[in-house]
Nanobody, 120 residues
Framework: QVQLVESGGGLVQAGGSLRLSCVAS????????MGWFRQAPGKAREFVAA????????AYADSAKGRFTISRDNALNTVYLQMNSLQPEDTAVYYC?????????????WGQGTQVTVSS
């Protein structure tokens, strides 16, 4: 019903920046929440950030606050994650998510993921 395609992952040195993008297609709705989860090797999948379609509310994990910024372009059905001051601990597969409505933490759809690797 909804397809999500991430891009922008790659290899970066500690202290560097990356900008992830995710485009939603298919049967999307005006009231929705898009965001990002990540999963590092040997760790559980964890919430990173999410934003409502109104763009007036966003949520961040404690590890992301002050370093990551989530934004979206409703006309393009695209969500972005600007990641600054990256650390090796940020190395993970980052998954784009989509939720009908305005709830942050229980996505309805998942993308395939994009790898982010931060070298020390």
């Amino acid at each position: 019903q909804v397809q999500l395609v991430e891009s922008g992952g790659g290899l970066v040195q500690a202290g560097g920046s990356l900008r992830l993008s995710c485009v939603a297609s298919g049967r999307t709705f005006s009231v929705s929440t898009m965001g990002w989860f990540r999963q590092a090797p040997g760790k559980a999948r964890e919430f990173v950030a999410a934003i409502r379609s109104s763009a007036l509310g966003a949520a961040y994990a404690d590890s992301a606050k002050g370093r990551f910024t989530i934004s979206r372009d409703n006309a393009l059905n695209t969500v972005y994650l600007q990641m600054n001051s990256l650390q090796p601990e940020d190395t993970a597969v980052y998954y784009c998510t989509y939720k009908f409505g305005s709830e942050y933490y229980e996505p309805d759809y998942w993308g395939q993921g994009t790898q982010v690797t931060v070298s020390s």
